[in-house]
């Protein structure tokens, strides 16, 4: 089985081209304008072992969060396609991933459920990008992906080190989450659906 889709996005601000491969090798190809958040993309997709092709353009002259957010819809709405009903997947992800002095977990249930917890207290930018996008990007993606997601920041303080350990997690648990249990038939959820 192929589990794949192709998204294409486009409004007055952004336009975003993505394709996700979730039986891939953790392969990726993005360009967004904003070069921390393409090698942050690049990682989840690594550590959550599915392809990622990813092109976007948008009003970076204004600022990242139009950008940001869009493609956080893009790839949660990736997913969701990808997947189709769900039959057979794990549905459940948990990734506890530590970055030198920082510790994050991430938790993921592919629920049909959109739900954002995001306790992170980080303010700051890392280069030009202001690290609160994460945040903007995790809820668009739960809500267009129809996740509920949990994201905590356990302990530590630097901020390249607190985004790059999130995004880990978001591959690992997505990774986790969406693959295929060979014992489950079916859709896992008691209600016939998720």
Do not use: C, W
């Not at 977990?105 to 959109?114: E, L, M, N, T, Y």
């Not at 280069?127 to 997601?149: C, P």
């Amino acid at each position: 089985m192929e589990r794949r889709a192709q998204i294409e996005r486009k409004t007055r601000e952004t336009d975003v081209t993505l394709s996700v491969h979730l039986e891939g090798h953790g392969k990726s190809e993005i360009s967004t304008g904003i070069p921390f958040f393409d090698h942050m993309l690049s990682l989840m997709a690594m550590h959550g072992l599915f392809d990622l092709s990813l092109r976007a353009t948008g009003d970076l002259e204004v600022d990242f969060h139009h950008t940001v957010e869009d493609i956080g819809m893009a790839f949660g709405e990736g997913i969701r396609r990808a997947l189709g009903d769900g039959s057979g997947i794990r549905r459940f992800g948990e990734a506890l991933v530590p970055m030198d002095e920082v510790l994050t977990r991430v938790v993921v249930d592919i629920s049909g459920r959109p739900y954002l917890v995001y306790r992170v207290k980080a303010t700051g930018r890392v280069k030009d990008f202001d690290v609160e996008l994460v945040e903007s990007f995790s809820k668009a993606m739960a809500d267009h992906g129809r996740l509920t997601l949990h994201v905590e920041l356990l302990y530590g303080k630097n901020l390249h080190h607190i985004v790059e350990s999130i995004f880990k997690g978001f591959g690992r648990a997505l990774g986790q989450a969406s693959s295929l249990d060979e014992r489950r038939v079916g859709i896992p959820s008691t209600k016939g659906r998720l």
